[in-house]
């Protein structure tokens, strides 16, 4: 009975082998490798963090960070310099002078930018990557092929609602490049030539009017009959 069994089971996985049903099952329940297929889209890098605690409960639950280091939702918060602050308010949240955040920013083939959007006021930062713009909101990235972090520093008081995190995306090409041929002319200004034009005096080629055709010029002198003539002469 035994034997019965094991020839029966023998002759079950032989057929799906053939008929590939064990392959089939094998990739269905196995885990993945984490080898990225060809057609999976590259991840955007583009990213929000919200600093509002009204629209965000894990930053009311965070508190104040201040004498301290901690991590927030990716972001890595540093208040340990002396006046350092990173408070959560009703609607934004205060960040002192000499608080730094340091932002994650995946590689990207475009240019990047970090926003920071104020809820009040002005702000004044550094970055040790980047170029900031002229009010202090903006920090340009250039193109980057592995991930790095930005080290934003604050050196004035500052009222945050969020951070944003957005790769530009390049315009459009012109669709299609139109195809343009050097190609000689000749213009014919001689007397008869017919590029001159008519308004400079020339002379052109009047036709006879309809009217006219088939009638005989009139003539000064008239022709008598031989007899009227003969008589004059007399």
């Not at 301290?68 to 208040?79: E, N, P």
């Not at 195809?179 to 008519?198: H, L, M, Y």
């Amino acid at each position: 009975m035994k034997n019965t069994i094991i020839r029966a089971a023998g002759v079950l996985l032989a057929a799906s082998m053939i008929f590939g049903g064990a392959a089939s099952a094998a990739e269905a329940t196995s885990p993945s490798t984490g080898t990225t297929s060809s057609t999976q889209a590259a991840e955007s890098i583009n990213r929000e963090w919200v600093l509002n605690p009204a629209n965000n409960t894990e930053l009311a639950a965070l508190g104040t960070i201040q004498g301290g280091s901690q991590t927030f939702d990716g972001l890595t918060i540093d208040a340990t310099a002396n006046g350092a602050k990173f408070a959560p308010r009703a609607n934004d949240t205060q960040i002192n002078a000499g608080t730094i955040i340091s932002i994650p920013v995946p590689a990207h083939t475009n240019t990047a930018t970090i926003t920071l959007a104020l809820s009040g006021g002005t702000t004044t930062i550094t970055a040790d990557a980047g170029e900031v713009s002229s009010d202090n909101t903006v920090i340009a990235l250039p193109a980057a092929e592995s991930a790095r972090t930005v080290n934003v520093t604050f050196t004035a008081q500052t009222y945050l609602n969020g951070i944003a995190l957005a790769e530009q995306q390049p315009e459009p090409e012109f669709p299609g490049t139109p195809t343009v041929a050097a190609k000689d002319t000749n213009w014919d200004f001689t007397e008869t030539g017919i590029d001159r034009p008519a308004v400079q005096g020339l002379p052109t080629t009047t036709k006879a009017s309809p009217s006219t055709l088939g009638r005989k010029a009139p003539s000064s002198t008239r022709v008598l009959p031989r007899q009227a003539a003969a008589a004059i002469l007399r």
